[in-house]
């Protein structure tokens, strides 16, 4: 089956500068990878994805790239920002309906202001 | 996009107890999916549902689960003797009938095992 590795597991930051997590995937029919953010005691909430006939995909300060020959992807969080500090998620799914979302382990990002 | 709703938000159960997760309301259109969140880790696919049959279910969803429409509206998952190990936020989730959309979660419900 699918297994997502993520990496860093934390990250912490300054204001205003960059962040980027990466992820591989192992299934080759996996073709949709969102991105969750979830912050403490709620629900992950997406905030971008990416399907396999995209490279890139940006939505202002955040965005994503895929690689599907590597099978990686990456989220890339541009002037970060204070309330950007949560616990990020990649997840991995292949293209049938029902099928699962297969999760990342979570990177803890930290803005420090 | 309607919101997917979860009861309760919290439950403590004792162990070896049966505990019922109730997800509403549920689209005849949609595929609904449970998901475990251990805390601290991450969140780990259960079983998926669409039109009252099982699409998808993963190696925890053993047989201490299962999964129901008892009404028509309502998607329950209940755990039929509680460990301790099962101690975790369990969240609901819709998907559309394409496979690669948008997953909605609900906002959980803690389940407590003492």
């Known amino acids: 089956g699918e297994n997502v590795e993520q990496h860093p597991s934390t990250l912490s930051v300054q204001e205003g500068d960059s962040a980027v997590i990466k992820c591989t995937y192992s299934d080759s029919a996996s073709n949709y990878f969102p991105w969750y953010k979830q912050e403490l005691g709620k629900r992950p909430q997406l905030i971008i994805d990416i399907r396999s006939n995209v490279g890139e995909k940006k939505d202002q300060r955040i965005a994503v790239t895929l690689n599907k020959t590597a099978k990686h992807f990456s989220l890339h969080i541009t002037e970060t920002q204070p309330e950007d500090s949560a616990v990020y998620f990649c997840?991995?799914?292949?293209?049938?309906?029902?099928?699962?979302?297969?999760f990342g382990k979570g990177t803890t990002l930290s803005v420090s202001s | 996009e309607p919101e997917v709703t979860q009861t309760p938000s919290h439950q403590v159960t004792q162990m070896g107890q049966e505990v019922i997760l109730r997800c509403v309301p549920i689209?005849?259109?949609?595929?609904f999916y449970w998901y475990r969140q251990i805390l601290g880790q991450k969140v780990e696919f259960l079983v998926s549902?669409?039109?009252?049959?099982?699409?998808?279910k993963s190696e925890i969803f053993d047989d201490q689960f299962s999964v129901e429409r008892p009404d028509g509206s309502n998607f329950t998952l209940k755990i039929r003797s509680t460990k301790l190990e099962d101690s975790a936020m369990y969240f609901c989730a819709k998907q559309g009938a394409a496979g690669n959309t948008e997953a909605f979660f609900g906002q959980g419900t803690r389940l407590t095992v003492v």
């Open positions: 997840a991995a799914k292949r293209y049938q309906a029902g099928t699962a979302l297969i």
């Open positions: 689209s005849n259109h949609l595929y």
């Open positions: 549902f669409y039109n009252n049959e099982i699409s998808e």
